[in-house]
Nanobody, 121 residues
Framework: QVQLVESGGGLVQPGGSLRLSCVAS????????MAWYRQIPGKLRQLVAA???????HYGDSVKGRVTISRNKNNHTVVVQIDNLKPDDTAVYYC???????????????WGQGIQVTVSS
């Protein structure tokens, strides 16, 4: 069993910055990528940022230019920072990892429980 634990959400003023952290734990053999997504009520879950093995990074269009992701493969953590926050960034943010568990033979997506971020004055 692999779990993702997220931290760092909350209330932020417009124009401020936010750092979200996620750590994976459990019976992990390998993680090929870690990412952050977000979901606004009534809309599809969308990519915020993803960090893949080999250094490949992808940023979502809605946050491009305002977001930075960093991943530590050794301790199974990923951190995303979003700057110049806007009310439209209000959403539930989810950590995601592409994980091969001990004893498994394929990578599977694992999701965190989600963390609320509210951008408001």
């Amino acid at each position: 069993q692999v779990q993702l634990v997220e931290s760092g959400g909350g209330l932020v003023q417009p124009g401020g910055s936010l750092r979200l952290s996620c750590v994976a734990s459990g019976s992990i053999f390998s993680i090929s990528a870690m990412a952050w997504y977000r979901q606004i009520p009534g809309k599809l879950r969308q990519l915020v940022a993803a960090a893949h093995d080999g250094g490949r990074i992808h940023y979502g269009d809605s946050v491009k230019g305002r977001v930075t992701i960093s991943r530590n493969k050794n301790n199974h953590t990923v951190v995303v920072q979003i700057d110049n926050l806007k009310p439209d960034d209000t959403a539930v943010y989810y950590c995601n990892a592409d994980v091969m568990a001990d004893g498994d033979n394929m990578f599977r997506y694992v999701w965190g429980q989600g963390i609320q971020v509210t951008v408001s004055s």
